[in-house]
């Protein structure tokens, strides 16, 4: 009996998803059946597309889909208004950010950026972690972070192996001249007095001769480096590795298994701080992550444009909180796998770099120069990177900026974004050779040349599903919205209004940081953010003082594997285990929700002004909030 029960929940496992999907609608349409008005059929939708996003049942971009059949059957919405929100002005700047991206993947700009970085940081290995945070950093502020993170592991494997297998050279160097010298003591124990020995007895292929040949050497041994003699000292001087000798790069030298504690330790160290890193400087910017796009579909469809969120007011409050969580998250890292002690060589440039230390300089300069000098479609891409990042900082510029140019509300920040993702399709690749524009010595047959980029390179290299995500998120929350559940939620949440804004602060962010490690950070920002935007309405706080740090902690998903693609990356090279990165991450999920809500009540009002109520936080007329803004004042 027991087995067959058993075998039977072992079934049930095995079609979980399916058992989700199916068992899900039926038992939610209790709600309508029971309540009958649109505010249950709208619950009921966000009931089932919530359980489907956090199980995963079925694609996270297949249950966005689902507002665009439910919502006009239930009576909710129209079919036209729904489908309106799937390609909002926010899906437009993402679509925007995300070609400029693929524009930057295609031709390798990333990864010279990353490597020339890596080469202006010591080799050290606590500053090689910070070599390669800040590259991940800064470019996943503007690609993706899991493309950031399958760029950067690559390479921090090869100079993990190099490091790793110049340590196994050393040692086996070590070992022979420890065995040499062991032969010399033994040869000058036989030494004895030239007058004591009988000339004529001397074999002179055999000790003397053996001698005169190690003297001459001055009793070097032939430890795998180049040597060049300073001829003034005449000490030997590590010019670079052999290449002959150089080792392999493959992963067989890092088995877990052959490695000792303290090289694995460091193997834990730099592979982790690469995903960490790149989870965290998402958040410094609107295209960063998704979530942060989930935060100003929900202002807008909420508050129309004039909640002062915008690409140069996000980037001046998030990126400085942004350098200090990876400035943190690097001492944190270090002190948890490498603990305190620098063994006296903690500066980036130390005159006693070890052969070890040479390595992984030799491998990141041997990578760079692979890319050979930057070609003209990678310096046309930076140019248009570049002008992209100053169109969108200078847009507003306190009631200065180009947007001023043209009438209120018609411009935004997916203007340039699409407007240089245009002029990507038509810039040429290579230097035109068209009349005045031909180089010199090019003989080449005038026409066109291949722009930046084509359809085809987008197509594969844009994750669609994002989008689509976006827009079934901004579609629920409008059907919330107009069936009036948005308002019933509010209600319910009045208890609230009686507790400390700072514990709500801290309760809701520690809920959503941990919420994340186990489903998408988009989803849970697409659940929760409008709620949370109704709840400030109801105890009057400025929306942004409750949604600005919710959004970003949606990021800090440091814990599991599961919880964002770039844990996952590096979690597949098979240095971590998931202790590994379950005890780490949750030391940094605390100081991240601190250093957040800390963040907010100083730097966010003077940006944001979040501790005054909005006049366009005012919904339906209701001014209650302003007065009682306007009574606190007075």
């Not at 070890?356 to 030799?362: I, M, P, S, V």
């Not at 046309?380 to 043209?406: C, K, P, S």
């Not at 005890?583 to 730097?603: P, V």
Request: proline share 4%; aromatic share 10%; with cysteine.
């Amino acid at each position: 009996m027991a087995y067959s029960l058993l075998r039977t929940l072992r079934e049930f496992w095995a079609f979980r998803r399916s058992c989700i999907v199916i068992i899900t609608p039926i038992l939610a349409a209790i709600l309508p059946i029971c309540i009958p008005g649109t505010e249950s059929k709208a619950a009921y939708v966000l009931i089932i597309m919530a359980v489907f996003w956090v199980t995963e049942a079925l694609p996270l971009s297949a249950t966005a889909l689902l507002p665009l059949v439910m919502f006009p059957l239930l009576g909710v919405m129209t079919a036209g208004s729904v489908s309106v929100m799937y390609m909002k002005d926010t899906n437009a700047l993402f679509l925007g950010g995300l070609i400029v991206a693929v524009a930057i993947e295609h031709w390798n700009l990333h990864k010279r950026i990353a490597l020339r970085v890596l080469l202006l940081v010591g080799s050290n290995i606590r500053w090689l972690m910070l070599g390669f945070m800040i590259p991940t950093a800064c470019l996943s502020m503007f690609i993706s972070n899991t493309a950031t993170t399958a760029m950067m592991t690559p390479i921090a494997q090869a100079v993990l192996t190099q490091l790793i297998a110049k340590q196994k050279d050393d040692a086996a160097a070590e070992e022979g001249r420890h065995h040499e010298n062991e032969e010399i003591k033994d040869n000058h124990l036989q030494v004895v007095s030239i007058s004591d020995i009988d000339v004529n007895s001397i074999d002179k292929g055999n000790e003397i001769t053996n001698m005169v040949e190690f003297n001459k050497n001055n009793g070097a041994i032939n430890d795998g480096f180049t040597y060049n003699t300073d001829e003034k000292t005449g000490s030997p001087d590590i010019e670079e590795i052999s290449k002959a000798e150089e080792p392999a790069l493959t992963d067989d030298n890092l088995d877990s298994d052959s490695l000792s504690d303290t090289d694995r330790l460091m193997c834990k160290a730099l592979v982790i701080c690469v995903a960490y890193a790149a989870n965290i400087g998402g958040s410094a910017t609107l295209t960063g992550t998704g979530t942060n796009l989930v935060l100003t579909g929900v202002l807008e469809t909420r508050y129309g444009n004039e909640h002062g969120v915008d690409f140069a007011s996000w980037f001046i409050y998030s990126f400085p909180g942004m350098v200090l969580f990876e400035l943190m998250t690097w001492g944190w890292l270090q002190i948890w796998f490498l603990g305190l002690s620098c063994k006296g060589n903690c500066c980036s440039t130390c005159p006693c770099i070890d052969s070890r230390e040479d390595a992984a300089r030799y491998v990141i300069r041997k990578q760079y120069e692979e890319l050979g000098s930057m070609t003209f479609a990678e310096g046309a891409v930076l140019v248009h990177f570049v002008m992209l990042a100053l169109l969108w900082m200078t847009r507003e510029m306190g009631g200065y900026g180009w947007g001023n140019l043209f009438p209120d509300g018609y411009v935004s920040d997916a203007t340039p974004a699409i407007l240089i993702s245009v002029l990507l399709f038509f810039c040429p690749s290579q230097p035109p050779n068209f009349l005045c524009c031909r180089r010199s010595g090019d003989t080449s047959k005038p026409g066109p040349r291949r722009a930046l980029l084509d359809w085809k390179t987008v197509h594969h290299g844009l994750p669609w599903g994002i989008v689509l995500l976006l827009g079934g998120g901004f579609a629920l929350a409008e059907g919330c919205q107009e069936s009036g559940l948005s308002q019933w939620i509010g209600d319910q949440l009045r208890v609230l209004e009686n507790l400390s804004v700072e514990i709500i602060i801290l309760v809701v962010t520690t809920t959503v940081c941990f919420f994340t490690e186990v489903t998408s950070n988009v989803a849970i920002a697409t659940i929760f953010l409008p709620i949370l935007a109704v709840l400030c309405e109801t105890i009057c706080v400025n929306p942004l003082y409750l949604l600005v740090p919710s959004t970003i902690v949606c990021s800090y998903a440091f814990m599991l594997p599961v919880a964002t693609p770039p844990n996952a990356i590096v979690f597949s090279h098979g240095h971590l285990t998931v202790p590994d990165m379950a005890k780490a991450g949750f030391a940094l999920n605390i100081i991240g929700i601190l250093l957040t809500n800390m963040w907010i009540n100083t730097y966010g009002d003077v940006i944001f002004n979040v501790k005054t109520f909005p006049e366009w936080a005012v919904t339906a007329g209701n001014t209650t909030c302003l007065d009682l803004n306007a009574t606190s004042t007075g």
